[in-house]
């Protein structure tokens, strides 16, 4: 369990990292918390000739009003968020899900965009960040551009960030602070990656479109289409268990494990949505 | 100065936390020795496969490399070894050699090791070397391994290590004659210790006197110096094997392991002190594994709820090899020893075969076999007291032995003394009102949440005698010694060969050594953990600190304190008899007046010998044995009760509450009794509800690290209550009995009564620990197929 060696880089700027990390490309790795990339490394399944290092970067850092948005800076650490007045203000739902994120050391280090950039299909934060319809900023040393959560997670743990890019905030749409939300999850132990989740978004005007995601279960968090119609109208008694069974078994080859998750998602689904009422 | 008070029956804190808690342990990894080359093993990635080749030239030529030895090269320099009890008639194992020869039989036995002057060269080494597998297929399930799918060793035959029957009564009849008989399979999964310090070895060899020293996390220094010279061919004399502070041990460190041993080979081929430390994840996949018994198991009752019979057949299935130097059949044999032995049960049969597959070697793991035999025959009894309509409480006190009915011959043919089964289930249920949580348990069923109430009465045997390794063959005593020193300060030093791996044995002789004398707990230093600096005994295993540990201490404290008493005597021209020892003075045994300080007498025995009357000869130093000499086990006894919730919706099971009662004899120190119990609550809750190694049919490992092995956590233990019932062992001075597996023994068992009493109330039922959310979701599935409604809506 002792990485392969590799050289350190610990730039000041976000310029100076995104300089470094065009000119390694393919053999850099950016640290962030190291929550997962030092214990991948430790046992050898991570094994970058260089790391870049960006704990300096305050720019990195910090939690932004701006207007129509909060904006997460790629670098604030999961405990940053749950002491927030502001996510506590405008974001409760990203604080409740934080709040499931393993254990004080591991949230005193551990950052959003290092969760988000891991794409780890059971971490609860890319799967709150696609429920609240969030936009990831990316930079690389031309441009920045931004790109719906939706568009996101294209894999397991596979990103659509391109190897020159560094993921420098999140940008989420503020909701009306009056809004129900449901965030419930399924895990072993406290702290551990869940088994399965559902998040539940009702639409406002930021955001125009009810959001379910599944996540836990398959490659990445999804939005499910057959939890986002039961929203509104007889709410979940008429859950389309079928069309939920479909969803699973497109992520389970084998039968027997969507048959254990079934039941499962299917009584999340159920609380969750007995949690939008008043 | 303050007057001296008993130590023993004080919580008195451990000495050794102090300085662990401050940064300061000394474990294996922390001693450092120039030169050290340090080692890392390429272990077989298949479960069972042929190595045809191994090229090594890219790993020898890397920098900072200084040896690559293949299992040959290592087998050049031992003997082989099996892990044979004798004790069992028929007991089959294979050989084995440190590092894998011509075949590995497990995913992770060592297949070639490498020296390097930094672990990480080590590692960076292994990625170099290429081998030409051809593997076989694998053993991966005991039913598999028991149909000889394939033979692992031809020159067994089979794969079948032991079979044997143990019996008693008339088996037939009392099945005939019952009025219900209950049967079941029981599955448990395999286990392992997962202890905070991974197995860590220094060894250093000095070829200028063939001497050999080895710093080893490990249970048992003496065993290891009598194994390593045997196998390596060196004097006994001129090994020395130092067990330093030692994080956790829970039996895993009891053994010979294959990596351990090439290690002290690795110092002598390269002359230079070699070390290896196992990580997380290899230990994972090679440290001894536990448990792994499918048990199938009938028992027969009259109506009014009387045992009439009992019959279990256990399929044990270890690894590719029996444990050594102990072997391991333990575990089986204490399931044929202890299923049912809190009962007078007249008819016992029970079968044990015990199987090789391509797994690690298991081994011995805190309460080896009681957690099968208690979950076993606890669950048993509550499936006759639902067939039968009884009140399962009822029906223990109907059929547990009898308190104070002497030396008890079990159905097992095990002599049981002094138990106390019947104080032990009184006392857990003072205070706990089963008539309201019945009421609470149905009124959490309307809100669709099920509770469940379990109890589990246990018999352990513990400070295991003089016959069982006296038998075996293997280099393991059930004596323990303690020298003590009566030291020119007037304090007293201990050097015991019970050992401590943190449950606080060396306070415990402390106490007993502080009362036997007459002096402060804090004058007294104990010093446990080497082969050279302490006399031969054997270390920590089977619960036998307090008892066998501790009664060596005593004897050898009463002997130091007459002679204290007698050089006293002399110089005061007193009688001894008339004297005590008092804190560091002595005083007179009727008036308390204070005749001399204990340093004085200390100087005399010391430096002033000539003070003495002529021919004294004082003796300053004092050492005494202690062996249970007729007795194969110190026998003790418990129960535990747990209650439980289910969420139905997820198969989640929650601990609410979790209760023992123990009779541990006469109580040493109160914390560290109660804290031993509760960790080891905390690993039979595990073993209830999370931990399993999984292995695949093909017996590759799907489990590799803490994310997949989930131990239990803080927030998931709810507070343990500890009681005790202080039934004192007539056998020894202080009376105390073994209670460092008490927990593990029946805690699996309490919760698997809890959650089948919670799943009755649905006509459902699991026998597979642990149980998992996946298991209770299942046995919930198939009670309610029909039922096309989310499984949350019980009503
Ligand atoms: C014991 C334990 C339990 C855990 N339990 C949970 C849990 O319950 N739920 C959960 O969600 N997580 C859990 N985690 C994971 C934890 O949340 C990680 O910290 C997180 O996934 C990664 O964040 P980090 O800042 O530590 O990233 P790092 O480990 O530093 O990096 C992770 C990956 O992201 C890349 N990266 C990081 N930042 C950027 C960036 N700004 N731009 C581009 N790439 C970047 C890195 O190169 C690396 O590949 C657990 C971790 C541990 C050790």
Request: proline share 6%; aromatic share 6%; hydrophobic share 45%.
């Amino acid at each position: 369990m002792k990485p392969t060696s590799f050289s350190y880089h610990r730039p000041g700027t976000l310029p100076e990292a995104l300089a470094l990390l065009s000119e390694y490309q393919g053999a850099a790795r950016i640290l962030a918390g190291g929550q997962s990339l030092m214990p991948l490394m430790a046992m050898r399944m991570a094994r970058p000739e260089r790391v870049i290092d960006i704990n300096r970067i305050d720019d990195l850092k910090g939690i932004r009003d701006a207007g129509d948005t909060l904006t997460i800076g790629a670098l604030t650490r999961y405990n940053d968020i749950l002491r927030s007045p502001l996510i506590a203000a405008q974001m409760p739902l990203l604080a409740e899900a934080i709040g499931h994120v393993a254990h004080h050391a591991i949230r005193n280090r551990g950052t959003i965009g290092g969760s988000l950039a891991l794409a780890d299909p059971s971490a609860e934060t890319p799967a709150t960040c696609l429920a609240l319809g969030a936009r990831i900023v990316a930079q690389s040393t031309s441009r920045e551009r931004e790109i719906a959560t939706d568009d996101f997670f294209d894999g397991l743990m596979s990103t659509a960030l391109e190897e020159h890019e560094i993921l420098v905030a999140v940008r989420i749409p503020k909701r009306p602070t009056a809004l129900p939300h449901a965030f419930i999850e399924f895990a072993r132990r406290k702290g551990d990656f869940a088994q399965a989740g559902i998040i539940l978004a009702p639409a406002h005007d930021g955001m125009p479109e009810n959001r379910a995601v599944i996540f836990g279960i398959g490659p990445t968090p999804w939005r499910s289409a057959a939890l986002e119609a039961a929203f509104g109208g007889e709410g979940f008694a008429a859950a389309p268990k079928a069309a939920l069974k479909d969803e699973l078994n497109v992520y389970f080859a084998d039968d027997e494990a969507a048959a254990f998750k079934l039941p499962i998602v299917m009584t999340l689904a159920q609380r969750a949505f007995a949690r939008l009422k008043p | 100065m303050t007057e001296v008070v008993p130590a023993i029956g004080r919580s008195i804190p451990r000495p050794r936390a102090k300085r662990l808690i401050s940064g300061r342990g000394r474990y294996t990894g922390d001693i450092t020795a120039r030169r050290t080359v340090h080692v890392a093993f390429l272990r077989s990635p298949y479960p069972h496969a042929i190595i045809n080749s191994i090229s090594a030239d890219a790993a020898r030529s890397l920098n900072g490399v200084v040896l690559v030895a293949t299992g040959a090269d290592i087998a050049q320099h031992c003997k082989p070894f099996a892990g044979i009890h004798r004790l069992f008639k028929g007991m089959k194992a294979p050989d084995q050699l440190p590092v894998a020869v011509g075949r590995a039989c497990w995913q992770g036995e060592p297949v070639v090791a490498i020296a390097a002057e930094t672990r990480a060269i080590a590692e960076d080494a292994l990625d170099l070397i290429e081998i030409d597998w051809e593997p076989l297929e694998g053993l991966g399930t005991p039913e598999k391994a028991v149909a000889g799918v394939v033979v692992l060793h031809d020159k067994l035959g089979d794969n079948i290590g032991y079979d044997g029957v143990t019996a008693s009564g008339d088996i037939d009849a009392a099945f005939a004659g019952a009025a219900v008989v209950v049967q079941d399979t029981f599955r448990f999964g395999r286990h392992t210790g997962v202890s905070l310090e991974p197995r860590s070895i220094l060894a250093a060899y000095d070829p200028s006197d063939e001497s050999l020293v080895v710093h080893e996390s490990h249970q048992c220094p003496a065993q290891q110096q009598a194994v390593f010279a045997d196998l390596m061919g060196l004097q006994e004399h001129r090994v020395r094997v130092v067990c330093p502070d030692v994080g956790g041990a829970f039996g895993l460190k009891q053994q010979l392991y294959g990596d351990e041993l090439a290690t002290c080979i690795i110092a002598k081929m390269t002359r230079r002190p070699a070390s290896f430390i196992a990580d997380r994840v290899e230990s994972f996949a090679s440290d001894n594994h536990a448990r792994e018994h499918v048990v199938e198991a009938r028992m027969a009752f009259d109506p009014d709820g009387r045992i009439r019979g009992l019959m279990i057949d256990d399929l044990f299935a270890v690894g590719a090899y029996s444990q050594y130097p102990r072997s391991s059949i333990g575990e089986a044999s204490h399931v044929a020893a202890l299923t049912g032995a809190p009962y007078d049960i007249a008819a016992y049969q029970a079968r044990v075969r015990m199987v090789y597959q391509n797994k690690p070697p298991v081994g011995h793991y805190r309460a080896v076999g009681h957690p099968i035999a208690c979950a076993v025959g606890e669950s048993l009894l509550d499936q006759g007291a639902r067939a039968l309509g009884l009140d399962a409480i009822a029906m223990r006190r109907l059929n547990q032995v009898r308190d104070g009915s002497g030396p008890h011959t079990s159905h097992s043919g095990f002599v049981l003394n002094g138990l106390s089964v019947e104080a032990t289930l009184d006392r857990v249920l003072e205070g706990f009102d089963v008539a309201a949580f019945r009421k609470e348990q149905a009124e959490a069923r309307e809100r669709g949440i099920l509770l469940g109430l379990g109890i589990a009465n246990f018999v352990e045997l513990a400070g295991t005698g003089a016959p069982y390794y006296g038998e075996s063959g293997a280099p393991v005593t059930a004596q323990e010694s303690c020298l003590v020193r009566f030291e020119p300060s007037g304090q007293i030093r201990c050097h015991a060969s019970a050992t401590d791996q943190g449950q606080g044995t060396d306070t415990a002789i402390g106490q007993a050594v502080a009362d036997a004398i007459g002096v402060f707990f804090d004058d007294v230093e104990v010093i446990s953990g080497d082969s050279m600096a302490c006399p031969s005994g054997g270390g920590a295993w089977a619960s036998r600190g307090a008892s066998a540990g501790v009664e060596a201490a005593v004897r050898a404290g009463r002997a130091m304190r007459d002679e204290i008493l007698r050089l006293a005597g002399l110089i005061l021209q007193r009688k001894p008899e008339q004297m005590t020892v008092a804190g560091r003075v002595i005083r007179d045994a009727s008036t308390g007046a204070e005749l001399v300080p204990l340093k004085d007498v200390a100087t005399i025995g010391h430096y002033r010998q000539h003070l003495l009357p002529p021919g004294t000869q004082p003796e300053m130093s004092m050492l005494r044995s202690f062996v249970p000499q007729n007795q194969s086990f110190l026998t003790t006894n418990g129960v535990q009760l747990s209650v439980v919730s289910i969420d139905p919706g997820l198969g989640d099971v929650r601990l609410l509450r979790h209760r023992v009662a123990h009779d541990s004899g006469t109580v040493i120190n109160p914390m560290l009794l109660n804290e031993q119990i509760r960790g080891g609550v905390v690993q039979g809750l595990g073993a209830a509800l999370f931990e399993e190694i999984r292995y695949g049919e093909d017996a590759v490992l799907g489990t590799g690290t803490l994310m997949d092995y989930l131990v239990p956590l803080a927030t998931e233990i709810p507070d343990i209550e500890v009681v005790h019932v202080a039934n004192a062992d007539p056998g020894t001075t202080i009376g105390a009995k073994g209670a460092g597996e008490a927990g593990t023994a029946g805690a699996a068992a309490a919760v698997l009564n809890a959650v089948n009493d919670a799943l009755a109330l649905i006509g459902a039922s699991v026998n597979t620990l642990p149980i998992t959310p996946e298991r209770v979701l299942a046995a919930i599935d198939q009670v309610t197929r029909e039922d096309q409604q989310a499984p949350g809506n019980y009503k």
